[in-house]
C-alpha cells in the first residue's frame, strides 16, 4: 500500500501540471482570438493606396515592388526610399512639389507597403539595395540622385557605395547609419523596444498578429514634432493597415531581428566623390542633430540643411521647407559640377 501511494503521488502531480500547461496554452489562445488583427485584403489595400502612377514591377516569382514614376521623362531623376514602417507615400508632399521640373520615382522597399515580403526573406540594406538596383535596371534608369528617410537612407548609401556609376549625388533624410560619437566603439545606434521583442520567439510570434492601432499612433506621434497631418488619423491608418497587409508583420520582425549597423569608415571613403545633402529635422527625438552633424564631419564638402522644429520626418512635417533645400541643392549641382566647400543651412 505505501508503494502504491507513492507511485500515485508523482502522476496525480503530473497529471495537475498537464492541466495547468493546457489551461495557460487555452487561455493565451483565447487572449489570441480576442485581440487577434487580422491581415488586411491585398486587393482592397491596392485599391486604396494605389493610384494612376502606381506599377507593380515583377523582379522575381512572387515579388512584386510597387512604384511610382512620376514627372517629366526627359527631366533629371531623383529616387526616394521610406524609412522603417514606412511606404512610398511619406513623399508625396515631395512629389506634389518637386515633379513639375524632376523625374520622381519613388517605391516600396520589401517588406513595405503595397510590395511585401521578399520570397527569401532578405531584409539588410545591402538586399534592399538590390531591389532599388532591380527596379533601376527595369526602368531603364542611368543616373540620378537618390534619397532615404532613416532606414531608406542607410539603404541609400548601401546603394550608393554598390553601385556609384548611377548616383549623381545622394540625399540622407534623417538617415539612420551616422557615424559613431569619437571614442564610441559600437557598430550599432539606439534601436526601439520592437528589436529586443524581434528577438524572443514567442512575443515574436504573438506581435504577428496583434497589432494595435492605438501602438502604431503612439509610435508614429512620439517620433514628430508637427503632428499634423504626418501623425493625423490618415497616416495612422495607413501604416496601420499597411503593416498588416499580408506577410509586412512577419518581414518586420525577421528585420528587426537582423542586426543594423552603421556607416563603415570604407563606405565613408566611397562616399567622398559623390555630392550629399544632409537634410535633417533638428528636433528628432529618434536620430538627433549630433547625428546629422557626424555624418557631415566625416564627408567634407557635404552640405548639411538643419529644419528647426523638425521631427523626423522632414518631407511630411516641413514639406515647403525641406523641397526647397532639396530644389536648392540640385540647383547648385547643375550650375556647379567643381568641388564645393561644406556649406550649412539653418
Same mark, same amino acid.
Given at each position: 500500500?505505501?508503494?502504491?501511494?507513492?507511485?500515485? /503521488?508523482?502522476?496525480?502531480?503530473?497529471?495537475?501540471?498537464?492541466?495547468?500547461?493546457?489551461?495557460?496554452?487555452?487561455?493565451?489562445?483565447?487572449?489570441?482570438?480576442?485581440?487577434?488583427?487580422?491581415?488586411?485584403?491585398? =486587393?482592397?489595400?491596392?485599391?486604396? %493606396?494605389? /493610384?494612376?502612377?502606381?506599377?507593380?514591377?515583377?523582379?522575381?516569382? &512572387?515579388? =512584386?515592388?510597387?512604384?511610382?514614376?512620376?514627372?517629366?521623362? /526627359?527631366?533629371?531623376?531623383?529616387?526616394?526610399?521610406?524609412?522603417?514602417?514606412?511606404?512610398? *507615400?511619406?513623399?508625396?508632399?515631395?512629389?506634389?512639389?518637386?515633379?513639375?521640373?524632376?523625374?520622381?520615382?519613388?517605391?516600396?522597399?520589401?517588406?513595405?507597403?503595397?510590395?511585401?515580403?521578399?520570397?527569401?526573406?532578405?531584409?539588410?540594406?545591402?538586399?534592399?539595395?538590390?531591389?532599388?538596383?532591380?527596379?533601376?535596371?527595369?526602368?531603364?534608369?542611368?543616373?540620378?540622385?537618390?534619397?532615404?528617410?532613416?532606414?531608406?537612407?542607410?539603404?541609400?548609401?548601401? %546603394? @550608393?557605395?554598390?553601385?556609384?556609376? *548611377?548616383?549623381? =549625388?545622394?540625399?540622407?533624410?534623417?538617415?539612420? /547609419?551616422?557615424?559613431?560619437?569619437?571614442?564610441?566603439?559600437?557598430?550599432?545606434?539606439?534601436?526601439?523596444?520592437?528589436?529586443?521583442?524581434?528577438?524572443?520567439?514567442?512575443?515574436?510570434?504573438?506581435?504577428?498578429?496583434?497589432?494595435?492601432?492605438?501602438?502604431?499612433?503612439?509610435?508614429?506621434? @512620439?517620433?514628430?514634432?508637427?503632428?499634423?497631418?504626418?501623425?493625423?488619423?490618415?497616416?495612422?491608418?495607413? %501604416?496601420?493597415?499597411?503593416?498588416? %497587409?499580408?506577410?509586412?508583420?512577419?518581414?518586420?520582425?525577421?528585420?528587426?531581428?537582423?542586426?543594423?549597423?552603421?556607416?563603415?569608415?570604407?563606405?565613408?571613403?566611397?562616399?567622398?566623390?559623390?555630392?550629399?545633402?544632409?537634410?535633417? &529635422?533638428?528636433?528628432? !527625438?529618434?536620430? !538627433?542633430?549630433?547625428? =546629422?552633424?557626424?555624418?557631415?564631419?566625416?564627408? !567634407?564638402?557635404?552640405?548639411?540643411?538643419?529644419?528647426?522644429?523638425?521631427?523626423?520626418?522632414?518631407?511630411?512635417?516641413?514639406?515647403?521647407?525641406?523641397?526647397?533645400?532639396?530644389?536648392?541643392?540640385?540647383?547648385?549641382?547643375?550650375?556647379?559640377?567643381?568641388?564645393?566647400?561644406?556649406?550649412?543651412?539653418?
Amino acid at each position: 500500500m505505501p508503494e502504491t501511494r507513492a507511485e500515485g /503521488g508523482p502522476r496525480r502531480r503530473g497529471r495537475v501540471a498537464l492541466l495547468a500547461v493546457l489551461a495557460l496554452a487555452a487561455g493565451l489562445g483565447l487572449l489570441l482570438l480576442a485581440l487577434r488583427t487580422p491581415d488586411t485584403d491585398p =486587393a482592397a489595400m491596392r485599391a486604396k %493606396y494605389g /493610384g494612376p502612377a502606381s506599377q507593380f514591377l515583377e523582379l522575381a516569382p &512572387g515579388f =512584386a515592388v510597387h512604384v511610382r514614376d512620376e514627372g517629366p521623362r /526627359g527631366a533629371p531623376v531623383i529616387l526616394l526610399l521610406h524609412g522603417s514602417n514606412a511606404s512610398l *507615400h511619406t513623399w508625396e508632399p515631395w512629389v506634389t512639389r518637386l515633379s513639375d521640373s524632376y523625374r520622381v520615382v519613388t517605391l516600396d522597399l520589401q517588406g513595405h507597403g503595397l510590395t511585401g515580403p521578399h520570397p527569401d526573406g532578405c531584409y539588410s540594406s545591402a538586399c534592399m539595395a538590390e531591389t532599388v538596383e532591380a527596379v533601376r535596371a527595369a526602368l531603364g534608369l542611368q543616373s540620378f540622385a537618390i534619397g532615404g528617410s532613416s532606414m531608406g537612407g542607410r539603404v541609400a548609401i548601401s %546603394y @550608393a557605395v554598390g553601385h556609384p556609376g *548611377h548616383v549623381s =549625388a545622394l540625399i540622407l533624410v534623417n538617415s539612420a /547609419g551616422a557615424p559613431p560619437p569619437v571614442g564610441e566603439a559600437a557598430a550599432t545606434g539606439r534601436r526601439p523596444a520592437g528589436f529586443a521583442l524581434a528577438r524572443i520567439p514567442v512575443l515574436r510570434d504573438l506581435a504577428a498578429h496583434i497589432t494595435p492601432r492605438a501602438l502604431i499612433a503612439r509610435s508614429l506621434e @512620439a517620433t514628430v514634432v508637427v503632428k499634423e497631418p504626418a501623425a493625423g488619423a490618415e497616416a495612422v491608418d495607413r %501604416y496601420w493597415e499597411l503593416l498588416r %497587409y499580408p506577410g509586412n508583420r512577419r518581414a518586420t520582425l525577421e528585420r528587426f531581428a537582423t542586426p543594423t549597423t552603421r556607416v563603415t569608415p570604407l563606405e565613408l571613403n566611397a562616399l567622398r566623390n559623390i555630392p550629399v545633402l544632409i537634410l535633417w &529635422g533638428a528636433d528628432d !527625438p529618434l536620430f !538627433p542633430e549630433a547625428a =546629422a552633424r557626424r555624418f557631415a564631419e566625416t564627408l !567634407p564638402g557635404a552640405r548639411l540643411a538643419l529644419l528647426p522644429g523638425v521631427g523626423h520626418l522632414p518631407q511630411e512635417e516641413a514639406p515647403n521647407e525641406s523641397a526647397d533645400a532639396l530644389r536648392r541643392f540640385l540647383a547648385d549641382l547643375a550650375r556647379d559640377d567643381t568641388p564645393r566647400p561644406p556649406a550649412e543651412e539653418d
